[in-house]
């Protein structure tokens, strides 16, 4: 058979790499608008940021990682700027694009096989001969014999290998028993006989169905992977935005405390100099007094030694005696000055540090989580109100009525004035604000959902399953087990906030004047889930949310 020479080969390489037609060049083109601009390679896992450009999830991680010490994030291709770090969003039709375009890039690869006969150009076979070696164009297939031992398949430079190395006959079958390509002779032979010998495209078709079978599996096994990896994903993006949310909480919370800090010095130092002014005034008018004093001595002890100078007998006898020089009174004022003398001291270092005990105080209020991510959300219980209490429409306002709601009967009802909130806490820490209006008396607090709802000892307060701020007659205090604890100041602002901390079993009262007042905390381990309560004799309480942001007085 007919061999080309070697160099005609080469040519006609040559000829097909620079005779391409322009559709490859622009297929060129389109590849490299698919190259990240970071790594300038093509996408590899591509992700989208909001501003719509796309990059290797690698690239923009390592460019966002960078950015994390300045707090700026900004888009590498237009330099869009954003407050957070940005989420990172699968671009899933890109990803699928470049997975059809690695296969086609594979494909473009492999080696062309082209016609034995195009001598003059290369032009690519469409189909190869077994029986006579030799690779096809469609020119040349046309014209090819037809006959069945003419075995013709797709384009392959080992054809060779389509032949029985023993009988170098066309592998037309496939035994099932020896897993084996045989040909026609091989099938007669005696080390072959009586086994499963099948056509090779029935073959082919059945291991094609088995994958098939395993790529449909396989599939669906693919499903739950992605499904985890959008959810991984998501708890990520979540997990960024609570971090971004605590560091925030976090610098407000430290603004504050230097705040504080600042303030406190201010009054110490302010405290320290007002006593200063004070020991400095009355130690100048101790001085002058003293220096008065002084001269009017030194006025009387030149006098006496002119006298004792004096050469005149009766003017020496006229003058008064010695002791009259001295005045009683003066000797009065010696005993004035000394007392004084005596009552000043140092500066008052007991009040100094008493300023400086708020320190303790703001240590205090971090730990008993006053700063807290927000103001818990409560909703009053209507199935708990009393009838002669008028629940708001929004479930935040309880309201004394005299006008019977006539609510029907249930076992968790108050006979009078109460009602609980329908949110329980069972964990963590929480707080919320009340506020009066037009009431003369009332109580809040918290309470266990079994407390008694008939009778006096089941206003919040009155048993051991309930704590209360009370307000009664203009007076405050707060009850817990019916024994009261008087408040010593007076509560001027209609607004208290009540903060639990529910482990370190701590239920406190805030005042919300300017500057915020706490009143009292009560110590208690907490046993069972807690119910905020409210009790009106008079006007109305309203729940109301609180804010990030406060302070404890000093």
């Not at 993006?237 to 800090?261: H, N, P």
């Not at 320190?359 to 009393?386: F, K, Q, S, W």
């Not at 006979?415 to 604000?433: E, I, L, N, P």
Request: charged share 30%; with cysteine.
């Amino acid at each position: 058979m007919y061999k080309p020479a070697l160099w005609i080969l080469n040519l006609r390489e040559l000829q097909f790499r620079f005779c391409r037609p322009l559709s490859a060049m622009a297929s060129a083109d389109l590849r490299a608008e698919l190259d990240c601009s970071i790594c300038l390679h093509t996408y590899t896992d591509p992700v989208m940021l909001r501003c719509g450009h796309n990059f290797c999830r690698v690239c923009i991680d390592r460019v966002l990682d960078t950015q994390d010490e300045s707090g700026v994030y900004t888009c590498p291709e237009c330099r869009e700027e954003f407050q957070a770090r940005p989420t990172l969003m699968r671009n899933l039709a890109l990803r699928n694009i470049m997975e059809n375009l690695l296969v086609t890039q594979h494909k473009e690869t492999e080696t062309v096989i082209f016609c034995t006969y195009c001598v003059d150009s290369p032009v690519p076979a469409v189909k190869s001969c077994l029986h006579c070696e030799a690779s096809l164009c469609e020119k040349h297939l046309s014209v090819h014999s037809k006959s069945s031992q003419h075995v013709l398949s797709d384009p392959n430079t080992s054809l060779e290998n389509r032949k029985c190395s023993v009988h170098k006959e066309v592998l037309k079958y496939y035994c099932t028993e020896d897993a084996a390509f045989i040909c026609v002779s091989c099938s007669l032979a005696e080390e072959h006989q009586g086994h499963r010998v099948e056509m090779l495209d029935e073959a082919s078709e059945k291991k094609k169905k088995k994958l098939r079978y395993v790529l449909r599996k396989l599939t669906a096994k693919r499903v739950e992977p992605e499904e985890r990896v959008q959810n991984l994903e998501e708890r990520w993006r979540k997990a960024q935005e609570k971090a971004s949310g605590e560091a925030e909480r976090v610098t407000v919370l430290f603004t504050d405390i230097r705040r504080r800090l600042d303030d406190l010095e201010k009054r110490v130092l302010n405290e320290i100099s007002k006593q200063e002014k004070e020991e400095s005034i009355l130690l100048s008018a101790l001085m002058k007094k003293l220096e008065k004093k002084k001269d009017e001595l030194s006025r009387k002890m030149r006098h006496i030694e002119e006298l004792c100078n004096m050469t005149d007998p009766l003017t020496v006898l006229q003058e008064p005696d010695t002791g009259d020089l001295c005045d009683p009174e003066e000797e009065g004022g010696d005993e004035d000055i000394n007392r004084c003398l005596h009552d000043v001291d140092d500066l008052d270092v007991a009040v100094i540090s008493d300023k400086l005990h708020t320190l303790c105080d703001i240590i205090t209020d971090i730990r008993r989580g006053i700063y807290m991510e927000g103001p818990a959300h409560i909703l009053l219980d209507v199935n708990t109100a009393a009838n002669n209490i008028l629940i708001s429409d929004d479930l935040k306002t309880a309201t004394c009525t005299h006008k019977n709601q006539n609510r029907p009967e249930r076992a968790e009802r108050f006979q009078d004035y109460q009602v609980m909130s329908s949110r329980r806490f069972t964990s963590g820490r929480h707080y919320w604000d009340v506020e009066s209006s037009g009431s003369v008396d009332w109580r809040v607090g918290m309470c266990y959902p079994s407390i008694d709802r008939r009778g006096r000892q089941s206003y919040i307060g009155s048993n051991n399953k309930s704590w209360s701020l009370r307000r009664c007659d203009n007076q405050y205090s707060v009850r817990h087990n019916g024994k009261d604890i008087q408040l010593p100041d007076k509560i001027s602002s209609n607004r208290v906030r009540i903060c639990l901390d529910y482990e370190v079993g701590q239920l406190s009262f805030y005042e919300l004047c300017d500057p915020i007042r706490h009143l009292h905390t009560f110590t208690a381990a907490f046993t069972k889930p807690l119910h905020a309560a409210l009790c009106v004799w008079g006007g109305s309480i309203k729940i109301s949310g609180g804010s990030r942001n406060w302070e404890k007085p000093s």
